[in-house]
């Protein structure tokens, strides 16, 4: 598993790495319209055009759970990580 700390070094940019954690670390694997809800959805976070409770919001229209699991904290903007 390539951990989001690693992607730096390794040339990844958030997308790709949220992208590679989305692909390679759910089983069964991901339907295409729920990662791109998650990629489209961080890539308007990660640009300050929503906050981290409307992303939330708009992750929970195919996710239940929370930003500390399943890594996605890595994923989050150095602000919002307590």
């Not at 992208?19 to 959805?41: E, M, T, W």
């Not at 906050?51 to 699991?69: F, H, N, T």
């Amino acid at each position: 598993m390539i951990h989001y700390d690693d992607t730096k070094t390794l040339g990844f940019d958030n997308y790709q790495a949220l992208s590679i954690h989305l692909d390679g670390n759910f089983y069964p694997p991901l339907p295409s319209f729920v990662k791109k809800i998650f990629l489209d959805a961080f890539q308007l976070y990660w640009a300050y055009s929503i906050d981290i409770e409307q992303l939330q919001k708009e992750l929970s229209r195919v996710y239940k759970g929370g930003l500390d699991q399943y890594g996605f904290y890595n994923f989050l903007n150095d602000d919002d990580l307590i």
